[in-house]
């Protein structure tokens, strides 16, 4: 590998992308002493499509990076509301000693602002407005070395982290593609004007009918706490409706059988109706290849259990800058390498197991029939249904209780992600 010289590099650590995977990558990159660029290609504030939603996992990791969630604009809520097969139960979030027993919300509005200025904060050097085009390669070993940019720039570093979310240009340049069977998820949601806006819990709905056909997702009402409720669904490609649902129409059509009093109508709705796909369970690998690491929706790190990303996106971001740190401190290009390396292994030790759990629930309830049961015989059940959210939140202790033991133990003996 052949390193750019000292006069050359702009940077330690070069991070595209200051979504949450990129803002938490460079965080810890700069608390390990580096020097950090970190590239956004808008200007903040800006929007992203998103539930808005923050389980425990997630409180976790802005907690760790000391994001003050007491200032104004945070809103808690105690758990998860379950709706389905005539039946609602309120769920808080269980008690651990690993994670927060409350949740937040936030929108994406603000939401990656504040994280790229805790970034900042921490030393990281932000630079918005640069639109990341490609990679430098070195001639003879093939490794990226740097960054071209839309406007002719180029910026020079000894590694490059991808957090460009899920059309990552830079992992395709370095022929990293989608791997086709991993499952992926379209969201969409809106915001309207609603007395639901303060609910102390997030609301899901698991009866998702397209016409007679029971749908593999969920339909979500997560209060914002400003006055504005987002609502939105989710949907898993398992089933074989997915690709000829209008997702917009079926979001109308959800939300028109919603009581009136809630207000999810055209008249009150206070944004347009907007998508996002979901890469799960690593779908794109190796996260690590000449040079460059995949961190957040590059690598397919959301979980398919519940479409959850930016836990995970802050998650991936904290090991790959461990794993940088650790490389940058060996004392040839060839020891770097060799951690670099590591770093693929070290993320599928983490959640490959887990992930592959994710991947044969959402097989199994893509299946004509199985949803349905699971909504009509497992939602009576309250200690089922508290096993479940442990399971589909990815929250235990790793000595905890008889449910925690169990899924810990599933996610070991189940094959890498």
Same mark, same amino acid.
């Given at each position: 590998?052949?390193?750019?010289?000292? /006069?050359?590099?702009?940077?330690?650590?070069?991070?595209?992308?200051?979504?949450?995977?990129?803002?938490?990558?460079?965080?810890?990159? #700069?608390?390990?002493?580096?020097?950090?660029?970190? $590239?956004?290609?808008?200007?903040?504030?800006?929007?992203?499509?998103?539930?808005?939603?923050?389980?425990?996992? #997630?409180?976790?990791?802005?907690?760790?990076?000391?994001?003050?969630?007491?200032?104004?604009?945070?809103?808690?809520?105690?758990?998860?509301?379950?709706?389905?097969?005539?039946?609602?139960?309120?769920?808080?979030?269980?008690?651990?000693?690993?994670?927060?027993?409350?949740?937040?919300?936030?929108?994406?509005?603000?939401?990656?602002?504040?994280?790229?200025?805790?970034?900042?904060?921490?030393?990281?050097?932000?630079?918005?407005?640069?639109?990341?085009?490609?990679?430098?390669?070195?001639?003879?070993?093939?490794?990226?070395?740097?960054?071209?940019?839309?406007?002719?720039?180029?910026?020079?570093?000894?590694?490059?982290?991808?957090?460009?979310?899920?059309?990552?240009?830079?992992?395709?340049?370095?022929?990293?593609?989608?791997?086709?069977?991993?499952?992926?998820?379209?969201?969409?949601?809106?915001?309207?004007?609603?007395?639901?806006?303060?609910?102390?819990?997030?609301?899901?709905?698991?009866?998702?009918?397209?016409?007679?056909?029971?749908?593999?997702?969920?339909?979500?009402?997560?209060?914002?706490?400003?006055?504005?409720?987002?609502?939105?669904?989710?949907? $898993?490609?398992?089933?074989?409706?997915?690709?000829?649902?209008?997702?917009?129409?079926? $979001?109308?059509?959800?939300?028109?059988?919603?009581?009136?009093?809630?207000?999810?109508?055209?008249?009150?709705?206070?944004?347009?109706?907007?998508?996002?796909?979901?890469?799960?369970?690593?779908?794109?690998?190796?996260?690590?290849?000449?040079?460059?690491?995949?961190?957040?929706?590059?690598?397919? /790190?959301?979980?398919?259990?519940?479409?959850?990303?930016?836990?995970? #996106?802050?998650?991936?971001?904290?090991?790959?800058?461990?794993?940088?740190?650790? #490389?940058?401190?060996?004392?040839?290009?060839?020891?770097?390498?060799?951690?670099?390396?590591?770093? /693929?292994?070290?993320?599928?030790?983490?959640?490959?197991?887990?992930?592959?759990?994710?991947?044969?629930?959402?097989?199994?309830?893509?299946?004509?029939?199985?949803? /349905?049961?699971?909504?009509?015989?497992? $939602?009576?059940?309250?200690?089922?249904?508290?096993?479940?959210?442990?399971?589909?939140?990815?929250?235990?202790?790793?000595?905890?209780?008889?449910?925690?033991?169990?899924?810990?133990?599933?996610?070991?003996?189940?094959?890498?992600?």
């Amino acid at each position: 590998m052949t390193e750019p010289a000292a /006069s050359q590099a702009d940077a330690d650590v070069i991070v595209v992308g200051a979504g949450p995977a990129g803002s938490a990558t460079a965080y810890y990159l #700069a608390q390990h002493g580096l020097d950090v660029l970190l $590239l956004e290609k808008t200007t903040f504030p800006r929007e992203k499509v998103c539930g808005d939603g923050l389980t425990p996992r #997630a409180v976790k990791q802005l907690m760790n990076m000391g994001v003050d969630i007491d200032a104004p604009g945070w809103t808690r809520h105690k758990g998860l509301r379950v709706v389905g097969g005539g039946h609602r139960f309120d769920l808080d979030w269980p008690e651990l000693d690993s994670f927060p027993n409350f949740g937040l919300v936030r929108t994406r509005q603000d939401f990656d602002e504040i994280l790229a200025a805790n970034a900042v904060k921490g030393g990281v050097r932000l630079m918005e407005g640069v639109n990341v085009s490609g990679p430098i390669l070195d001639d003879r070993s093939g490794h990226i070395v740097g960054v071209t940019t839309k406007d002719g720039r180029s910026f020079r570093s000894r590694v490059v982290v991808a957090a460009d979310g899920n059309s990552t240009r830079l992992a395709l340049a370095m022929g990293l593609h989608k791997r086709e069977d991993r499952p992926m998820g379209v969201a969409v949601r809106t915001y309207y004007d609603s007395p639901r806006h303060d609910d102390d819990y997030l609301e899901i709905w698991l009866e998702l009918w397209d016409g007679d056909t029971l749908l593999p997702g969920y339909g979500w009402v997560f209060g914002v706490g400003d006055g504005r409720a987002n609502v939105g669904l989710g949907l $898993l490609n398992t089933s074989d409706a997915f690709k000829a649902i209008d997702y917009r129409d079926l $979001l109308k059509r959800w939300t028109r059988n919603m009581p009136a009093e809630w207000q999810f109508d055209d008249e009150h709705m206070t944004a347009p109706i907007r998508g996002a796909a979901l890469p799960m369970a690593f779908n794109r690998q190796p996260h690590y290849t000449r040079g460059l690491l995949l961190v957040g929706d590059s690598g397919g /790190s959301i979980n398919p259990f519940n479409g959850e990303g930016i836990a995970y #996106a802050m998650e991936t971001g904290e090991i790959a800058a461990e794993v940088i740190a650790k #490389a940058l401190r060996q004392d040839t290009a060839a020891q770097q390498e060799r951690v670099l390396r590591t770093y /693929s292994q070290v993320l599928k030790d983490a959640y490959g197991g887990y992930f592959t759990l994710g991947r044969l629930f959402v097989e199994a309830i893509g299946k004509p029939g199985l949803m /349905s049961f699971g909504v009509r015989h497992g $939602l009576p059940h309250p200690r089922l249904m508290r096993f479940a959210l442990k399971l589909l939140g990815n929250l235990t202790d790793r000595r905890g209780d008889a449910s925690d033991k169990i899924i810990n133990v599933l996610s070991k003996v189940a094959p890498p992600a």
